[in-house]
């Protein structure tokens, strides 16, 4: 029997990403219509956007905890969130999580080395760029991180809430981000980071100036393997 997979969601569009990649690229293991037990929990994101415009970081891990718990209550057995800004809370909740979490950083990270990248390229909300949470997986896995700089990281920021979170896809808005990306390959980066879960619904792999590390979807496979374990 496969385990029960929570989803602490944040977005909706990032989070569905994340569901239907489980799902779909379940049967491939397990069989045709085939997938482990899922379920989802998520508060609304301006609750979340509250608490992380204002840096209170323990609001946000509490918000993730009571989903946490939530989830854990009707079955679920490991618990993932296809979010990658709300990660810089996680530390603040582990130890009272009823449940493991899979870490979506350490996930592209681990993806990372396996290919041979070093240096990785980070896009997403300007709070994941500012942020520790790529900076701390990739060192700790002996690689560099970059960004864009503070102008494009307010850019990316604006594409990320404005449009992708509402599933708007403007083709203006896949050429900016790739001009993003390549502004990180001409700074020495051999991969970029996909690191808002809605980024990958517009960046395309086959017209991407670097190799992309779809955070959405690796997460999605961690917990595949794991539930099948």
């Known amino acids: 029997m496969a385990r029960h997979i929570g989803i602490v969601a944040c977005s909706a569009e990032g989070a569905a990403l994340c569901y239907v990649t489980l799902c779909t690229e379940a049967a491939d293991r397990m069989g045709r219509h085939n997938h482990p037990e899922v379920s989802m929990h998520t508060h609304p994101l301006a609750r979340y956007m509250a608490h992380i415009e204002a ?12 989903s946490a718990r939530r989830l854990a209550a009707i079955g679920a057995q490991v618990l993932i969130c296809p979010d990658n800004t709300i990660h810089q809370a996680l530390p603040l909740l582990v130890r009272d999580s009823p449940r493991p979490w899979l870490h979506i950083a350490e996930e592209v990270v681990r993806e990372a080395a396996a290919r041979g990248y070093r240096r990785l390229g980070v896009v997403g909300t300007r709070y994941l760029m500012e942020g520790p949470v790529y900076r701390e997986a990739a060192a700790a896995a002996g690689m560099e991180t970059e960004t864009p700089d503070e102008s494009d990281r307010a850019g990316i920021n604006r594409v990320i809430f404005d449009e992708l979170v509402y599933g708007r896809l403007r083709p203006e808005s896949r050429a900016y981000l790739n001009e993003m990306i390549a502004r ?18 517009l960046v395309d792999p086959q017209t991407a100036p670097l190799p992309v590390l779809d955070s959405t979807r690796l997460l999605a496979r961690a917990a595949l393997r794991e539930a099948l374990a």
């Open 55 to 66: 840096g209170n970081w323990q609001a946000v891990a509490d918000l993730m905890l009571d």
């Open 184 to 201: 990180l390959k001409s700074r020495g980066c051999d991969a970029a980071v996909l690191g808002c879960t809605e980024i990958p619904l």
